[in-house]
């Protein structure tokens, strides 16, 4: 996305900035390498998890919450990589490792942390719904993606405090667009913020892709119609009003959305909102227990 009122001085000193930005925790770091590894075994994965006891519990919680509906109690991480699998376990470490580095932001003024953690965990259970449903073998990937798509704002609201209360200000008295906003306030969008981190943290080229490009998926580069998902999750989350971006009312789209998923097998359009909405509100409610582990975990950081 261009925009004439692109300062580049302000895009040099946003890049100069996100060079600082805390860094993935170690076990983490190792475990998005295993990723790439298909000798990995479970073993391994377990072995390393099992160094990080925060990990550890936060993910058994998870494992034996009443989303999985286990009707034995699992009590190690080995047992959890039986019953959840490998990827599942991956991303789940993964959505629980982010959220401790992005804990102690600040809720700038028009900005509020935990709703928009509940935005992202909700874009996570979208997009990982809209996968299963497309029959993508990627769901964990759609989940952690949905989670992370708007992770530059994030960045923002700890780094660019009083920028993003002006985006968010503008965006209030003008006409809304929250993507204009940011070009004219900042230079630059919360997607390329995001990206930035997400290609230092050495995030998996799909999910940096859709950090990127989630309000413009026809401009992705690795799979649009992956990027697509992730899109229409997060409109899904706008319309259903399930926690905050930060934005007023949804993000804009267009008919190059629709036509990504021409030749799909199971196509979407505009027509299909209304029913997905429907089928998205199910399935949050079921989630409710996966999203509030973190909130519960960390409740001392919301005031
Ligand atoms: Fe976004
Ligand atoms: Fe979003």
Do not use: D, P, Q, V
């Given at each position: 996305m261009t925009d004439k009122k692109t300062n580049p001085d302000r895009i040099r000193k946003v890049t100069q900035s996100v060079m600082d930005l805390p860094t993935l925790p170690t076990v983490v770091a190792k475990m998005l390498q295993m990723i790439d590894n298909q000798r990995t075994s479970a073993d391994t994965l377990a072995r390393l998890i099992s160094t990080d006891q925060a990990l550890t519990a936060k993910l058994l919680k998870l494992a034996n919450?009443?989303?999985?509906?286990?009707?034995?109690?699992?009590?190690?991480v080995n047992m959890a990589i039986v019953v959840l699998g490998f990827n599942t376990v991956k991303n789940m470490g993964l959505y629980l490792s982010v959220f401790d580095v992005f804990k102690n932001s600040s809720s700038a003024s028009g900005f509020d942390a935990v709703k928009f953690w509940e935005h992202s965990a909700a874009c996570g259970v979208a997009a990982r719904m809209l996968s299963k449903s497309s029959g993508s073998r990627y769901s964990g990937e759609a989940f952690v993606a949905g989670l992370l798509h708007d992770m530059g704002k994030m960045i923002l609201s700890q780094y660019f405090e009083n920028e993003l209360v002006e985006v968010i200000n503008t965006t209030r008295e003008g006409d809304g667009d929250l993507d204009k906003a940011e070009m004219e306030v900042l230079g630059v969008s919360h997607g390329r913020v995001g990206a930035w981190l997400a290609e230092k943290w050495n995030l998996p080229a799909i999910i940096s892709d859709t950090v990127m490009h989630h309000h413009e998926p026809w401009n992705a580069k690795t799979d649009p119609s992956f990027v697509a998902l992730i899109t229409v999750a997060d409109i899904l989350c706008h319309l259903t009003q399930i926690g905050s971006s930060g934005r007023n009312g949804c993000p804009k789209y267009d008919e190059r959305l629709w036509h990504i998923f021409d030749g799909a097998s199971i196509p979407l359009d505009e027509t299909d909102l209304e029913r997905l909405q429907m089928e998205f509100l199910a399935e949050y409610g079921k989630s409710e227990a996966y999203t509030s582990v973190v909130r519960e975990d960390d409740a001392e950081w919301i005031d």
């Open positions: 919450s009443a989303y999985y509906g286990f009707s034995r109690e699992i009590s190690t």
